[in-house]
């Protein structure tokens, strides 16, 4: 098992995951990727910003998706 940890807000990070993908597994290619990553803001509709919202969005819907096609350009 390998472990790569990173931001997945960070979208530029992403080029070094396939890098580090292709590195690291030895052209096995991934079998497995956990998307592990969420948050979550409790809080009253008075007190929910737009900051918020789009934190919530982003880590929670928009890269599970990103970090899933991922993969897809390991080579």
Same mark, same amino acid.
């Given at each position: 098992?390998? @472990?790569?940890?990173?931001?997945?807000?960070?979208?530029?990070s992403?080029?070094a !995951?396939?890098?580090? @993908?292709?590195?690291?597994l030895e052209?096995?290619g991934?079998?497995? !990727?956990?998307?592990?990553a969420?948050?979550?803001?409790?809080?009253?509709?008075?007190? @929910? %910003?737009?900051?918020?919202? !789009?934190?919530?969005i982003? %880590?929670?819907?928009?890269?599970? !998706?990103?970090? %899933?096609k @991922?993969?897809?350009?390991?080579?």
């Amino acid at each position: 098992m390998h @472990v790569f940890c990173a931001d997945v807000r960070d979208h530029a990070s992403y080029p070094a !995951l396939v890098d580090w @993908v292709g590195s690291n597994l030895e052209g096995q290619g991934l079998n497995v !990727l956990v998307n592990n990553a969420g948050v979550a803001h409790f809080a009253g509709f008075e007190e @929910v %910003t737009r900051e918020i919202m !789009l934190e919530d969005i982003e %880590t929670n819907t928009i890269a599970p !998706l990103m970090m %899933t096609k @991922v993969p897809m350009f390991v080579s």
